[in-house]
Nanobody, 124 residues
Framework: QVQLVESGGGLVQTGNSLRLSCAAS????????MGWFRQAPGKEREFVAA????????SYADSVKGRFTISRDNAKNTVYLQMNSLKPEDTAVYYC?????????????????WGQGTQVTVSS
């Protein structure tokens, strides 16, 4: 089992940057693909980015491609989401999630474990 704790959210102005972190418990972190999702008020939880267990493969939603970067440090049991050029439409609660399937996935139902989320608010 994996426990996930997100941090790094906050209030920023349009165009600024934030880096989210997700710390995982357990010795098997490096065997999980990891994903970031977000949920804005009144909307469905949506895929943001994912990274394979080795860090060798990544996937991004079109809305964040070129602005966000997902990375991981297996020695620290941590996955990151660097968010640049933030826009008001990026405002949401951001969740990290862990998935043990073979390939990285954009589907939230493929993920087995979830963190509690961290709020990101981008003011215009």
């Amino acid at each position: 089992q994996v426990q996930l704790v997100e941090s790094g959210g906050g209030l920023v102005q349009t165009g600024n940057s934030l880096r989210l972190s997700c710390a995982a418990s357990g010795r098997t972190f490096s065997s999980y693909n990891m994903g970031w999702f977000r949920q804005a008020p009144g909307k469905e939880r949506e895929f943001v980015a994912a990274i394979g267990w080795s860090g060798g493969s990544t996937s991004y939603a079109d809305s964040v491609k070129g602005r966000f970067t997902i990375s991981r440090d297996n020695a620290k049991n941590t996955v990151y989401l660097q968010m640049n050029s933030l826009k008001p439409e990026d405002t949401a609660v951001y969740y990290c999630a862990a998935d043990r399937t073979r390939y990285i996935s954009r589907g939230r139902y493929n993920y087995d474990y979830w963190g509690q989320g961290t709020q990101v608010t981008v003011s215009s």
